[in-house]
């Protein structure tokens, strides 16, 4: 049960943050803190060399073979290493913010940015002249083949996208010159050098059976086969691939006691000796056996994580809603008096600074679109039960105090909320939210279970309520079914407003004067507002089909390449259908998920066409056209009336049911289409960055937007455009159906700082997400940081390092951004509430 509410402080900001701490980080989780501004991205090569030597030895084998044997050898490579202070131990590599490397994903873009990975303007890592030499003499030359990389899945993707050369040209336009898709078509670099991941995993069966259970229930799924029969026969070599996987996955947990054995012998220091006993006891149970205690449920937790990354360079690696599985660990520790709230607290702080030593390395055009280190591992506290009664506990209040301590870009926190949220909750995270960090995100069950329900009507098996209820947010703000959902969630990044441009020049891009898009009409000659709106839908369902088309084919170089032994074995249920997860064994099979740009610049650019052109009649289409070509240059009276035409986030019908249809054409023509796994492809209104260099290859816009300026980011109302305050932007954002969004739909708002100088802010934070529940809004969250904070960050960086502030979706550490990003932010409405 949740101890008695506390009195709020007062006046909490106006002193310093940690005012609002219900209890202070210990010494230990300080120092660790404090040492992770040391650690810098870095190249790290170990993995990628076992890698390589295990495929050269394997030519020709089943390549879940392969993948399992690279995996296991992967474990014994990667050092071991215990650092000071630790209680939970282990890295995605060998050292926090160390990045493994996986050429064997996309090998071009290595080579070809292999120079420049430490000095490029976005996401900067660390890489010697000797690992440079060794990826060029050693490892290059394997996956390049005959040069073409086809050993890869970039390569492999390359060769067969060449069938398909209207879609092949779209992906790899020149994104300077094509305004409708990430590089190109869509985000080609996100699914291509990354494995399709975005997704939550069964953390809760690890601990309960250990990876040595796993592998039991896996030979006892061997032992019902008959090799006489085709359909067994061929299950059998990833059965077989899944158990080498899970023997070497329980071994980790031995490597890192041994370590912690060798270290106790040179260390004299009493408290540090305890720690490593302790270490030691608990990594020689976990995660081969089940766990026992809080601290081994952690510890499996975070190796079952870690081991994710060894085996593959998956993003939105999601532990969900760890309040929920791990309460009956800290319940029992507490009952047997194993454990004090001091102690639980400690672990949990320290788990939480594990998140944010996890990079992922991306290619140069990539980074434009996931600026800031994105790693996105989203943890979540509250909401519903699988019953449907309130899941607050606890862990709920003691997760939220240890990003409170922590306050560091990962993990990507959130809170479920509903209509019965208790009150000492949401003011909880009301507080978290008011320390500037970005962290949390709010979701409303009232929305996201009904919309994880009506994916049923796409076809597939029912999803339960009890279910849906149970869902994980991932990513962003996608959701999925814990344990039971193979759905990758970045499916392509489709600009709405380069649909809506080319929707006015019948498909050319302004630009280049190149045809891009689909024979719309000549806008000239548009006769009524349906013309320019049938126009738009046009665009919208000729790169729909297209990004369909890419999507698949990146999923089938997947399945082929990169068949997933050890995370396939954490999802229903792929040991009982004998496949992997890339090949359509889980339970659900939802995704890609095309993912939206542009909402507002759509919906006020349609408003104010209907009200300046078919309405009032001040302009016709032909002045309207001569007017955006020229940029407004010398057409600044037709850019005043565009401007003063009605804007979204002012709770004004005449525009906000617009932005509702753009909506509701890009989701209803995403559903359409399948993927290679008997799903549907999902919609979603999710920008990441791409907002920012997504704008730059856009022209002048009907809403008054000139040429190059960074487009809305999510469903958010355009920077400076919602003027009625935080909750007239509210009630526009939530007359968008999100429901029918089914990969989920992004809301950012920045309320002023000063807001929370009294506590009676803190109370007003936690009405306004009241409202934003009864509203029926999917998702919201909130900086809170001053633009004059911000411009002060920008000049002097070193001084103001350990500013976290939400980009998209997700966190980034302000002065890590590119400056453009830097200024979209600061544009962005501050509010008071």
Same mark, same amino acid.
Not at 26 to 38: G, H, I, M, P, Y
């Given at each position: ?351 939480? /600074?594990?998140? @944010?030593?996890?990079?992922? !390395?991306?290619? +140069? #055009? ?5 600026? =800031?280190?994105? &790693? ?117 990044? /489709?600009?709405? @407003?380069?649909?809506?441009? !080319?929707?006015? +020049? #019948? ?5 280049? =004067?190149?045809? &891009? ?125 565009? !401007? ?190």
């Amino acid at each position: 049960m949740a101890a008695p509410m506390r009195a709020l402080r007062s006046p909490a900001r106006a002193t310093s943050p940690e005012e609002y701490f219900e209890t202070q980080p210990t010494d230990r989780v300080r120092r660790l803190r404090e040492a992770f501004f040391t650690y810098k991205p870095t190249v790290e090569l170990e993995r990628m060399r076992i890698v390589t030597r295990i495929f050269r030895e394997t030519e020709g084998e089943p390549m879940v073979f392969r993948r399992a044997k690279a995996f296991a050898a992967v474990i014994e490579a990667i050092p071991a290493r215990i650092f000071p202070d630790e209680l939970i131990v282990g890295f995605q590599a060998s050292r926090p913010r160390g990045n493994s490397v996986y050429v064997d994903q996309g090998g071009g873009w290595y080579e070809a940015e292999l120079a420049t990975l430490s000095t490029r303007q976005w996401d900067q890592f660390a890489i010697s002249d000797e690992e440079r030499r060794e990826l060029r003499e050693e490892i290059f030359p394997y996956w390049k083949g005959t040069g073409r990389y086809e050993k890869t899945v970039d390569g492999r993707i390359a060769q067969m996208l060449a069938a398909y050369p209207e879609t092949n040209e779209l992906l790899h336009a020149d994104p300077r010159a094509y305004p409708t898709f990430g590089a190109g078509l869509i985000d080609v670099d996100a699914i291509r050098v990354m494995h399709i991941g975005h997704l939550t995993v069964d953390y809760p069966k690890v601990l309960r059976k250990g990876f040595a259970g796993i592998r039991k229930d896996v030979e006892a799924r061997i032992a019902r086969s008959d090799p006489a029969n085709p359909d067994d026969l061929s299950k059998l070599p990833f059965l077989r691939a899944v158990v080498q996987a899970m023997e070497a996955a329980a071994g980790i947990g031995a490597r890192f006691a041994a370590t912690a054995r060798d270290m106790l012998r040179v260390t004299p220091d009493p408290a540090r000796r305890r720690d490593l006993e302790k270490i030691a006891e608990v990594c020689e149970r976990v995660p081969a056996h089940p766990a026992r205690t809080f601290h081994e449920a952690l510890q499996a937790l975070w190796f079952t994580q870690i081991l994710l990354k060894y085996e593959a360079n998956a993003d939105a690696l999601s532990p969900g809603r760890i309040d929920q599985y791990l309460y009956p660990y800290y319940e029992e520790d507490l009952r047997q008096g194993r454990l004090t709230k001091e102690e639980a607290q400690e672990l949990a702080d320290c788990l939480f /600074l594990k998140f @944010a030593t996890v990079v992922d !390395l991306w290619p +140069t #055009n990539a980074c434009r679109f996931y600026a =800031g280190f994105p &790693v996105t591992q989203q943890v979540n506290v509250g909401g519903v039960t699988r019953k449907g009664s309130d899941a607050t506990n606890d862990l709920s209040y003691l997760f939220i105090e240890a990003m409170m301590h922590t306050r560091l870009q990962q993990p990507t926190f959130s809170v479920r909320v509903h209509d019965r949220s208790p009150e000492r909750f949401l003011l909880k995270a009301a507080e978290l939210t008011a320390l500037g960090t970005g962290h949390p995100s709010y979701f409303n069950d009232e929305v996201v279970i009904p919309s994880l329900m009506a994916r049923t009507t796409l076809g597939g098996p029912a999803v339960s309520l009890e279910a849906a209820r149970d869902y994980s947010m991932i990513g962003c703000v996608e959701p999925m079914l814990a344990g039971m959902d193979a759905g990758y969630s970045n499916g392509g990044i /489709l600009n709405l @407003a380069g649909a809506m441009e !080319l929707a006015l +020049t #019948n498909g050319v891009h302004r630009a280049t =004067g190149r045809k &891009v898009g689909a024979d719309s009409g000549e806008p000239r000659s548009f006769s009524s507002f349906g013309d320019v709106q049938e126009a738009f839908a046009k665009q919208v369902r000729w790169f729909v089909r297209h990004l369909a088309i890419a999507d698949n084919l990146c999923e089938l170089a997947q399945a082929e390449l990169y068949p997933t032994v050890y995370l396939s074995a954490l999802l229903d249920d792929c040991i009982e259908a004998g496949i992997s997860r890339e090949a359509g064994g889980a339970r659900y099979n939802f995704g890609p998920c095309p993912l939206a740009v542009g909402v507002a610049d759509c919906g006020d650019s349609l408003a104010a066409i209907r009200k300046v052109v078919f309405e009032d009649r001040t302009l016709t289409m032909s002045e309207l056209c001569d007017a955006l070509e020229k940029d407004f240059r010398g057409y600044e009276d037709v850019r005043r009336l565009l !401007l003063a035409a009605p804007k979204f986030g002012n709770d004004d019908d005449a525009v906000d049911g617009l932005a509702a249809w753009v909506v509701h054409v890009f989701a209803k023509e995403t559903v359409k289409y399948r993927n290679t796994r008997g799903g549907h492809l999902l919609p979603g209104v999710i920008p990441v960055s791409a907002n920012v260099p997504l704008g730059m290859v856009i022209g002048a816009l009907p809403s008054g937007r000139k040429s190059g300026v960074p487009l809305a980011e999510g469903c958010s109302p355009s920077p400076g455009m919602d003027r009625k305050g935080p909750t007239g932007s509210m009630k526009s954002v939530t007359k968008i159906d999100h429901a029918e969004v089914f990969d989920g739909t992004q809301y950012n708002m920045r309320i002023e700082p000063s807001a929370f100088r009294e506590t009676a802010g803190i109370k007003r934070l936690a009405d306004l997400v009241r409202t934003f529940v009864d509203l029926k809004g999917w998702h919201v969250q909130f900086n809170v940081v001053s633009s004059d904070t911000l411009r002060a960050a920008q000049k002097e960086p070193d001084k103001y390092r350990d500013i976290v502030v939400k980009v998209a979706g997700y966190n980034a550490f302000f002065v890590e951004l590119d400056e453009t990003i830097q200024n979209n932010i600061i544009a962005r409405t501050e509010h008071l509430i």
